[in-house]
């Protein structure tokens, strides 16, 4: 099976700094990554697919980079909004694995 | 819209069962495959399994083999999990989300349903 592991497991940050979170693949999985946020009692949300694609409707500050074992999410400016946690996925093979979260707070 | 909305929340007994239903709206939904995400309490995502809605082909995570069962009904659009020989650490909010073709990502999510599995 395919492990994800995302770092850092928390970050604080301020309103309008970049911020950019990391998540490695245990083996190449080309550009079937995936990337949600998620907030408190909510389901999580689809932010990018494909490493790198924009799920219609999401802000164009965030992106993401990377294809074979390691990719990126990038915001670039922060948002109050975008304080929440973010979660990779890897789609290559099942099972589907996820990464174990980023949680961003407010610094 | 494109939804998925899913049934209430649930308390068992450890040993009993359960059977969350996810239903779509505004799409096709043969054209989609749907997977079932759980997240215990205070933890991360984690797959279950997926099913095809086109042919009801399905692949479930290893760890749940044998107590978990995914269908659909196509005339009304509705995935179900079922979940067996419920224990402690079955306690969870459990998601349906609409995987979209060959990219696999999970586009449309259900809003959740709470199985507390308690004495």
């Known amino acids: 099976d395919i492990q994800m592991t995302q770092s850092p497991s928390s970050l604080s940050a301020s309103v309008g700094d970049r911020v950019t979170i990391t998540c490695r693949a245990s083996q190449s999985i080309s550009s079937y990554l995936n990337w949600y946020q998620q907030k408190p009692g909510k389901a999580p949300k689809l932010l990018i697919y494909a490493a790198s694609s924009l799920q219609s409707g999401v802000p164009s500050r965030f992106s993401g980079s990377g294809s074979g074992t390691d990719f990126t999410l990038t915001i670039s400016s922060l948002q109050p909004e975008d304080f929440a946690t973010y979660y990779c996925q890897q789609s290559y093979s099942t099972p589907r694995a996820f990464g174990q979260g980023t949680r961003l707070e407010i610094k | 819209q494109v939804q998925l909305v899913q049934s209430g929340a649930e308390v068992k007994k450890p040993g009993a069962s359960v059977k969350v239903s996810c239903k779509a709206s505004?799409?096709?939904?043969?054209?989609?495959?749907i997977s079932w995400v759980r997240q215990a309490p205070g933890q991360g995502l984690e797959w279950m399994g997926w099913i095809s809605a086109y042919n009801g082909n399905t692949n479930y995570a290893q760890k749940l083999q044998g107590r978990v069962t995914m269908t659909t009904d196509t005339s009304t659009s509705t995935a179900y999990m079922e979940l067996r020989s419920l224990r402690s650490d079955d306690t969870a909010v459990y998601y349906c989300?609409?995987?979209?073709?060959?990219?696999?990502?999970?586009?449309?999510w259900g809003q959740g349903t709470m199985v507390t599995v308690s004495s």
């Open positions: 505004g799409y096709t939904f043969t054209s989609y495959g």
């Open positions: 989300a609409r995987e979209r073709g060959e990219l696999g990502a999970f586009d449309i």
